[in-house]
């Protein structure tokens, strides 16, 4: 159900830009006479450009309607790269022409910034990464040799540099009596297909010194429950191009890759719940140019 009601949207997103956008292109071929040239109805509104005073009267003509539909088809129409003369424009129709054109320059920090509040556990606060707390990871990974056995990667600076967790559902841990940062933990999804299906992929790490202390089952633990209980949130992609809105993190299904030969990492996982799925072969390469398997561990809410 979870599937379907997100595919769905995703539809719905699609079939009304393109039904906003056919009516727009026919409004405007009626009361102007203007034929799009392309199948996609678009604004290029660049001064120094042909048929710029034609695309003007296009913009007006739909920015007067007193209509959602034109207003959504006139904001995806205008090309990101505009460069209009004001002087053509009053001053509502320059605001609506330079947010659509600073939306398009936000939507990289849209699509990877944390917007989830801090959350605890017994013992653990957990908050979005900083640029410091990368660093930090880094040194603990180099220091600790954990570059090779926990990425695989041989520990050289460019492998660190392209260590990076800064994303939409990833935290640092905090030991909330001591306030030091003892790991990290996150939730992605390998592609548009696990995102539409709702599979995320786990990822948690505690440094050497904080190890044994329980705080990893504790961190997976209090993030499967906030995932499945739907109360992590993303930033997506509304009618609107390049416009996010705040929505709810579409997550029915954990997914964890362990080594076949991480025994207590297999251990972990099971006693927080997951449930043993398959191997995939060969999965794990090492400098040694040996590989290990990686056997497959889901977490579901059975409700």
């Known amino acids: 159900m979870v599937q379907a009601q997100k595919t769905t949207e995703s539809v719905n997103i699609k079939t009304k830009r393109m039904l906003a956008a056919k009516k727009a292109e026919i ?10 040239k392309s199948n996609t109805f678009y604004l290029l509104l660049h001064a120094d450009r042909p048929r710029y005073q034609q695309e003007v009267q296009c913009f007006k003509l739909l920015f007067r ?24 424009f009053d001053d509502e ?31 653990l606060r957990f908050r979005s990464v900083l640029d410091e707390d990368m660093a930090l990871l880094r040194d603990y990974m180099e220091h600790d040799n954990d570059v090779s056995n926990f990425k695989c990667l041989e520990p050289t600076k460019n492998n660190l540099r392209r ?70 949130c993303l930033m997506r992609e509304s009618i609107f191009e390049y416009a996010y809105e705040k929505s709810a993190a579409n997550i029915h299904v954990i997914r964890a890759g362990i080594r076949s030969d991480d025994i207590a990492a297999q251990s972990l996982i099971t006693d927080c719940g997951f449930r043993y799925c398959g191997t995939l072969h060969r999965e794990y390469w090492f400098e040694e140019s040996h590989c290990v398997d990686q056997d497959i561990y889901e977490f579901y809410d059975e409700d």
């Not at 409004?27 to 799009?36: N, R, T």
């Not at 539909?69 to 790269?81: C, F």
């Not at 849209?110 to 013992?123: D, G, L, M």
């Not at 044994?212 to 499967?224: D, H, L, N, Q, S």
């Open 27 to 36: 409004l405007v071929k009626e009361q102007l006479g203007y034929k799009c």
């Open 65 to 88: 309607q007193n209509d959602s539909d034109y207003r959504l088809a006139l904001w995806n129409a205008i090309d990101t790269a505009c460069f209009p003369d004001s002087a053509d």
């Open 93 to 123: 129709e320059i605001q609506f022409i330079y947010a659509r054109k600073n939306a398009c320059n936000k939507w990289k920090y849209a699509t990877v910034e944390n917007i989830n509040a801090p959350f605890c556990s017994r013992r």
């Open 163 to 232: 260590f990076d967790i800064q994303m939409p559902l990833f935290f640092v841990i905090e030991d909330s009596e001591s306030k030091n940062v003892v790991g990290y933990i996150g939730l992605s999804f390998l592609g548009p297909t696990h995102e539409k299906t709702g599979v995320a992929s786990l990822a948690c790490y505690i440094c050497k010194p904080f190890r044994r202390k329980g705080y990893a089952k504790e961190a997976v633990t209090a993030i499967c429950k906030k995932a499945i209980s739907r109360e992590l």
